[in-house]
């Protein structure tokens, strides 16, 4: 079975919110452990902020990201939305009806993970409806002080198994944790 991969940017105080401020440590140790983790996915499920984020800026980004920016674009994209009616970026599909079903259905089927990256309410909802199978949180040396949590007020308590941790030269962890 597929499995459901939460894949984060946050700082120290557990902000994930308009991650530019991650730019001054990025590595080539970070660009390869981004490179495996998508190659290790065959699938993104996507929010629809993120969704309409990524759709405006990816199809432009593949001569300058080269073979990542081929997989980001020619991967299947499930996007879950409300609100939205039409996607625009190439092999996306909406999920509108019963998130917890379909998920489910997209986990049953054969393939490799399905890489959730931003999506901040979807992860909450998905961590609701006990959807995530592993959560990769690239932890960033700097503390911001405000801005949007992952995990905020209301959530349920839920326990995860530390797998791995993975740290490089730039002061970035990562820290693996699968379902319990």
Known sequence: MRKVVISEFISLDGVMEAPQWTFQFGSEEQQKFKFDELQASDALLLGRATYNEFAAVWPNMIEQTGEYGQMMNGYPKYVVSS??????????????????????????????????????????????????????????????????????????????????????????????????
């Open 83 to 180: 609100t939205l009616d039409k996607l625009e970026w190439n092999n996306s599909s909406l999920i509108k009806g019963n998130i917890a079903e379909e998920i489910s259905k997209l986990k049953q089927q054969p393939g490799k993970d399905i890489l959730v990256f931003g999506s901040r309410g979807l992860v909450q909802t998905l961590m609701q409806l006990d959807l995530i199978d592993e959560l990769r949180l690239m932890v960033f040396p700097v503390v911001l002080g405000s801005g949007q949590r992952l995990f905020g007020e209301g959530m349920d308590k839920k326990v995860f198994k530390w797998v791995e941790t993975k740290s490089f030269s730039s002061g970035v962890m990562v820290l693996t944790y699968q379902k319990n």
